[in-house]
């Protein structure tokens, strides 16, 4: 398009030139070939001239303009230039020869420079104006015109190359000029687009330029011209400048800072740093905003290191704490930790749900920081326990601090307009007195606090080396209960109820035996803790259900008249939902009356926030036939309100009053009222651990009804119960009584 209507210099001067060697050659001969020739050239100049001017205005308007017929019109020329001297070199006129083949050199020039952007049809325009010469100097009358025949076909290659060389050119220049224009393009997208912050540094660390996140670059930007390093804070100021320096040598660096906007807020970026490839020594600083990537890094530290719940500081910070205190040069106590553990939480959960435990676990944190100073800690390390890490220096200053606690914990908890209590237990220990690594401190305060539940719940108790002791025994009865029951070696042994009227077996009490690791026969109380674990709790009295009823099933089927056996029943067993439907369920199973046994529960089981389910579970298995006995009778903390609230069909006088019959006369009235009370309520009055025949005789007369204990006999294994219900004539000697 340059070519054909851009170049109106190159094109006026072909046409008059022609037009001029056409005129003096019709002068110098005015023959009708040159005639012809001038006057083809004048209108084909106006034709042309005319198609200039149309294509030049389309091409201002932003329309296509006749190319191809420019094109054909611009090789018409070209052959009328080529025909104009071959007449010229063949009219034997030298002079206008000479002129003709001067112009068409010139005009073959004007077509190469022209045209050279579309070298293939400057090729036909030039094979156009020579090809007639070439013919000219072949057919002229002197031979040694010849001569151009051969110079010619050389001088076309040769200019042609020359014409495509330039074609080349021009290509590879308007190519590398666009791909310039679309990388600067890019660039500036990738710059519009891009939400960093792209800085170039000088050799002096100024910044030469500035382009913000989602802005043009700016030639007036306040930051042009400022040292880079002023725009950090000082702290930052030491890393900044070795990040410049290691960038200058040619590594790519990279650098997280901070900046204090005038608003006061920090804005955190991370900056990668390099040097420029034009070798001017130059550094590029491209910064991304990762303010918000910071906070939320910072947020997920805190989720990692508090409780979702309260908010308080969980196990992670308490321990690194706690490392922190260890670690410091004075060695003196001044430091105690304290762990809290929430009393009958579960409890709350079960009977109100887990929005009033969690309502409650609040609530106490709030009350636990109020009732500590601003320096200690408190955080909750799981469930329902909290830890403390409190300024202290003796047992009195925790003593102080827990009665803080108590007092802030001795208002009821609000929740849905029910009050909740939130009592709670503490177990204590004084850093480096009672340890001197994390692992010392804890154990002591978790210590601490078994014996502070051991006692009662609701107390303080701090550390002191004999309760190790307690504890060691206590996991060793748990450990012995775990392995007698992987052994199977929990074992019922009987002993005898006798009729103090008839003198006669009524019945048996199972009692649980187990074998320790020498062997030997031990009693319930080498296992006294596992009774109410609550996993190894359940686990021993299912074990003693089944082996018992099997006993029974098997004196049953032998039609030995063993009465009944008492079994009994732990506070851990009611806490299982389906106690009840779960023993009658072993009854049935094995074809068992209900009467065959009897179930024997302590007053403690009566106490407490189940007592509702206890009498539920109790009244389901009376309704279904199975009697109920009430041991240890007048040792615990039960009221009279509990014979008539539960379903007891008998009173055991516990052995402690019995042992000091004849020695006491409290015992002897106490056991007397006992019995009397029973019998005014309809229950059987049984005497336990009967040891001598005075014992026995001074029951009698008090009217009491069965006796049981080592003055009849020892608990027996079961496969000496026939024996023992054998007549007296023929029953072992140990076993026969007046």
Known sequence: MSGLFASVAIFLGGVLNTTAVAAVASWRHPTWPFVGWLLFEIGLGVVRLGILVRGRRAVAAGLTPPRGLAALLSCVWAGSVGFGTFLCITSGDWVLAAIACLSAAAMICGMCLRNFGTPRLAAVMVFSALAPCVVAGLVAREPILSMISIQLPIFMVTILSACFALHRMMVSRISALSDLDHSRSLNETILRSSPDHTLILDQDHRIAFCKRPGEEARQQDPLLGREWLSLLPSEDTMNARSALAQAASGSLVNLITSHRQFTGQVRWFDNVINRTTDGSGRLIVVSRDITHQKKSEEKAIWMAQHDALTGLPNRTLLQSRLDQLLN????????????????????????????????????IADRLIDAVADDDLVARTGGDEFALLIAARSDDEIEQTSERIFAQLRRPVIHAGRPIDCGVSIGASLIMRDGKDRSELMKAADIALYAAKAAGRARLRIFKPSMMAEVERHQTMIACARVSLQRDEVLPYYQPKISMRTAQVVGFEALLRWRDDAGELRGPDGIEA????????????????????????????????????????????????DFAESLCTLLEERGLSPSSIQIEVTENVFLGRGADDVEESLRRLSDRGIRIALDDFGTGYASLSHLSQFPVDVLKIDRSFTQRLGRDTDAAAISATVINLGHCLGMEVVAEGIETAAQEAQLR????????????????????????????????????RA
Not at 356 to 362: R, V
Not at 555 to 575: K, L, M, P, Q, Y
Not at 710 to 715: C, D, G, I, K, T
């Open 328 to 363: 410091r040069h004075d060695r003196a106590p001044t430091s105690a930790m304290l762990i809290i553990d929430v009393d009958n939480f579960k409890a709350v959960n079960d009977s109100l749900g887990h929005d009033a435990g969690d309502a409650l676990l609040c609530a």
């Open 530 to 577: 596992a009774f109410q674990d609550p996993v190894l709790g359940p686990l021993l009295s299912q074990r003693m259900f089944e082996k018992v009823l099997d006993d029974v099933r098997c004196w049953s089927e032998a039609a030995i008249g063993f009465g009944h056996v008492a079994i009994n029943v732990t506070s851990a067993d009611f806490r299982r939902d």
């Open 701 to 736: 007369d008090m009217g009491c009804d069965t006796g049981q204990g080592f003055f009849y006999a020892r608990p027996l294994p079961a496969s000496r119960v026939a024996t023992t219900l054998m007549p007296r004539e023929t029953a072992p000697l140990e076993l026969r």
